[in-house]
């Protein structure tokens, strides 16, 4: 059985380059994604500070071709590929050659489809005040005449406690089925319903 070393030392010239190639860009891709994975540094992005998207992130922002993930992957599927065609098929470098760049070509664009869909699947869980308007719901704890009191409201298919008061100033028990017609600052209006 033979060792590591002595494996690349019986690497042809050519064989060592894409070693060398599969060997960067792949230490460089496992740690962009590691770091990634556990939340450190953001993806390269282009996105307009203004907000010319229409509020919604460029579904390629976090892999660009000429970027770190997209640089790391190409050399790694060109190194390993050009690798097995060269050294265990036995063809030539044009060959390998060509047969890593194919690779490496089809690993960028299955990354970038890869984070096309992952950014797609994001959603906003982030419930907008005016969505709780003509919503209903129940008061949780009695709000006093003329007071505050706590509401719990469906909204979206969530239930949300809100602090409310009611339109016309009256006292409502706890229980009681209420409707929400406003909103008045950090708390909402409501009015009961039957």
């Given at each position: 059985?033979q060792?590591?070393?002595?494996?690349?030392?019986a690497?042809?010239p050519?064989g060592?380059?894409?070693?060398?190639c599969?060997l960067?860009?792949?230490?460089?891709f496992?740690a962009?994604?590691?770091?990634?994975?556990?939340?450190?540094?953001a993806p390269?992005?282009?996105?307009?500070?203004?907000?010319?998207?229409?509020?919604?992130?460029?579904p390629?922002?976090?892999?660009?071709?000429?970027?770190?993930?997209?640089?790391?992957?190409?050399?790694?599927?060109?190194?390993?590929?050009?690798?097995?065609?060269?050294?265990?098929?036995?063809?030539g470098?044009?060959?390998?050659?060509?047969?890593?760049?194919?690779?490496?070509?089809?690993?960028?664009?299955?990354?970038r489809r890869?984070f096309?869909?992952?950014i797609g699947?994001?959603?906003?869980?982030?419930?907008q005040?005016?969505?709780?308007i003509?919503?209903?719901?129940?008061?949780?704890a009695?709000v006093?005449?003329s007071?505050?009191?706590?509401?719990?409201?469906?909204?979206?298919?969530?239930?949300?406690?809100?602090?409310v008061?009611?339109?016309?100033?009256?006292?409502?028990?706890s229980?009681?089925?209420?409707e929400?017609?406003a909103r008045e600052?950090?708390?909402?209006?409501?009015?009961?319903?039957?």
């Open positions: 059985m060792t590591l070393a002595a494996w690349i030392q690497l042809s050519y060592t380059f894409l070693f060398v599969a960067v860009g792949g230490t460089f496992l962009r994604l590691g770091f990634q994975l556990v939340g450190f540094g390269e992005t282009d996105m307009d500070v203004d907000g010319a998207h229409g509020g919604h992130s460029d390629d922002a976090g892999f660009r071709i000429l970027s770190v993930h997209g640089l790391s992957a190409f050399f790694m599927m060109f190194g390993l590929v050009g690798l097995a065609l060269h050294v265990q098929s036995g063809f470098p044009a060959l390998a050659t060509l047969g890593g760049i194919v690779a490496g070509l089809l690993a960028v664009e299955g990354i890869m096309r869909l992952f699947l994001q959603v906003s869980g982030t419930i005040s005016e969505q709780f003509g919503c209903k719901g129940e008061i949780y009695s006093p005449a007071g505050t009191g706590v509401a719990t409201v469906s909204v979206r298919g969530r239930r949300r406690e809100v602090d008061r009611t339109e016309s100033g009256q006292a409502l028990e229980g009681a089925a209420i929400v017609i600052g950090a708390r909402f209006v409501v009015r009961p319903v039957r």
